[in-house]
């Protein structure tokens, strides 16, 4: 049973910079394609961001291109979703996803089969 934690959320002013953490157990990270998704209140949970098993892949939404890097350290067993120049409209619950792959990242989040807890990201003045 793979098992992800998300970290790293918090408040942030417009602007402002985050880097989110999911770290992975339970499988080596290799054998993992990650997604970051996230969900705002009342809203659909919708695709940020993903990456592939050896991280030469990653693809990203419309809203996260220019501001948004995923990265992975399989060594760490350990994705990241480094965010810069944050907007109000960023305010979510971030939620980092799994699935065994070794094809392309998954933007549709049906694909994935494992979920952490999500955290919180306030983006306020």
């Known amino acids: 049973q793979v098992q992800l934690q998300e970290s790293g959320g918090g408040l942030v002013q417009p602007g402002g910079s985050l880097r989110l953490s999911c770290a992975v157990s339970?499988?080596?990270?290799?054998?993992?394609?990650i997604g970051w998704f996230r969900q705002a209140p009342s809203k659909e949970r919708e695709f940020v961001a993903a990456?592939?098993?050896?991280?030469?892949?990653?693809s990203e939404s419309d809203s996260a291109k220019g501001r948004f890097t995923i990265s992975r350290d399989n060594v760490k067993s350990t994705v990241y979703l480094h965010m810069d120049n944050l907007k109000p409209e960023d305010t979510a619950v971030y939620y980092c996803?799994?699935?065994?792959?070794?094809?392309?990242?998954?933007?549709?989040?049906?694909?994935?089969?494992?979920w952490g807890q999500g955290t919180q990201v306030t983006v306020s003045p």
């Open positions: 339970g499988n080596r990270l290799e054998y993992e394609a």
């Open positions: 990456i592939n098993w050896s991280g030469h892949i990653t």
């Open positions: 996803a799994g699935t065994a792959s070794l094809g392309s990242p998954r933007q549709n989040r049906h694909e994935y089969d494992f």
